[in-house]
Nanobody
Framework: QVQLVESGGGLAQAGGSLRLSCAAS????????MGWFRQAPGKEREFVAA????????YYTDSVKGRFTVSRDNFANTVYLQMNTLKPDDTARYYC????????????????????WGQGTQVTVSS
């Protein structure tokens, strides 16, 4: 079993920054990638960013490219999401997720391909 705990959410003004963290514990010896997803009220959960654990290759949804940066600390089993130039549209509950196996790059964008999830952390951006 793997446990994921997110932190770092909160309230920010438009144009501001927040940094989310996700600490993994338990059986973390086999990790292919970790991802960040978000869900706003009344909307479906959507992919935000992902990073492969071994090579650190990163992937982003178009709406956050150039504003968000995903990174990881392999020794601390932690993944980060640095969010800059925040917009009100970024308001959502943010979840980190862990994917065990490599099933192709395209699968990184789908929440159903991840094996473990955190409880989420709320990000609210005011205009």
């Amino acid at each position: 079993q793997v446990q994921l705990v997110e932190s770092g959410g909160g309230l920010a003004q438009a144009g501001g920054s927040l940094r989310l963290s996700c600490a993994a514990s338990g059986r973390t010896s086999s990790v292919y990638a970790m991802g960040w997803f978000r869900q706003a009220p009344g909307k479906e959960r959507e992919f935000v960013a992902a990073i492969t654990w071994s090579l650190g290759t990163t992937y982003y949804t178009d709406s956050v490219k150039g504003r968000f940066t995903v990174s990881r600390d392999n020794f601390a089993n932690t993944v980060y999401l640095q969010m800059n130039t925040l917009k009100p549209d970024d308001t959502a509950r943010y979840y980190c997720a862990l994917k065990i196996r490599n099933t192709g790059v395209s699968r990184l964008y789908y929440d159903t391909s991840y094996n473990y999830w955190g409880q989420g952390t709320q990000v609210t951006v005011s205009s």
